[in-house]
């Protein structure tokens, strides 16, 4: 065995363009496998996380906010902006049937750093009611938000004890949420109180253009939880029925439209991989065999000397090992380089959510990538194996082949 993988490795050493090939070829692989294993699955998870912080079955907003994306953008995304409607709409769709949790959240965009220590969305919420956020907000404080309050996205350079300041308020960092690789990682979270608070703020200072906005009989969204017995298209329709100047959706639909996008991507990704590996195991299958056909008076030679067939073999095959295994190993950590550190550059080019898995899964996604392709090389190198016990030493030793 130790003179099989001395030979191997003085063969590796003694070829460096043939060796430098074919792990450059590996190291594509197991780029292509890794990095495209690592962004599908952080668009899953970040699918996912979405999909628990919602927490509703539909949402209402004003007419005023018909353009779907922009109120996808700001509910379902984060994304900075406001838009309101008659605090009544809430009583009115509370006395429809088949709502079995209702409550209202109230938004304000501070899109200025002039006004504020950094630009972003203010989610404010009715903790009495609340049955999306309070969630989040009691794992990460253990109790409900104090005025003047607030818990803040993970993306936010921000922490526990701090204070950030909106329209001259100042108001204490009470937590941080975990991240959710979307927008909502750079917005801010507080009870109603204080987000009243700061809305007559901004009007004071003049730094909004809802100066005829009262804060105490307005709010932005409506979510309900659908009661058991009831569909969420009945409750859905009669809402868009009864309810005139609003807006009611499905946030099933709404995040559906979003995995939607994600299968799109998921898909080409996994083409490209595809497509990648079958291009490269094909040249790996071809530079072996070739390998073999240029070697052949060398293992003529080694069969004269005592070496076995399967000796021969043997050596074929440990170095196509030793040379993916390396060149998998290689392109895994250019991938972990590739991916993790930039993981924010790669979300903002997506527009999708996109959260990297935890480190155990990252660990199992790199074992994996490096087994394929170990066995990639392994499987290409097999045939060239194979052909070797089929060498007529004598012809080859006559310079008849």
Known sequence: MKL????????????????????????????????????????????????????????????????????????????????????????????????????????????????????????????????????????STGGELKDLDVVVGNDLSVFVGNTITFYGVECHVAAKLDKTGTDLDTAVYTNMNTIKTLIRSSVDLGMNEFSSIDPDKVISCILIKVADGYSADEVLNDLNLHIRRTKSFKTSD????????????????????????????????????????????????LRVTGASRRKLSGIVMSEALMITVTGAAAGIILGLLIVLPFNGVIEDSMGLPFLLPDTLSVILFSVLALVISAAAGAISAAYSAHRIGMIDTGVILRGDN
């Open 254 to 301: 709404m995040v559906s439209g979003i995995a939607g996008s994600l299968d799109g991507v998921s898909g080409l990704i996994g083409v490209l991989i595809c497509a990648v590996w079958v291009l490269g195991l094909v040249i790996l299958f071809l530079a072996f065999v070739m390998n073999v056909n240029g070697r052949k008076k060398e293992f003529a030679v």
């Open 4 to 139: 099989t993988q001395s030979l191997s490795f003085r063969n590796i050493v003694g070829r460096p363009a043939r060796s430098a090939a074919l792990m450059i070829l590996t190291i594509l692989m197991a780029v292509t496998m890794i990095c495209g294993t690592l962004i599908v699955s952080s668009l899953r998870t970040g699918l996912n996380s979405l999909e628990a912080r919602l927490g509703a079955d539909i949402m209402t907003v004003p007419a005023s906010a018909l353009s779907k994306q922009n109120f996808e953008n700001v509910i379902m995304q984060g994304s900075m902006g406001y838009f309101y409607m008659d605090k009544s709409y809430l009583d009115k769709a509370a006395e429809r049937e088949g709502i079995e949790k209702i409550s209202a959240q109230l938004y304000l965009a501070s899109a200025s750093s002039s006004c504020c220590s950094v630009p972003l969305q203010i989610i404010g919420y009715d903790p009495e009611t609340d049955f999306t956020v309070s969630p989040w907000i009691k794992r």
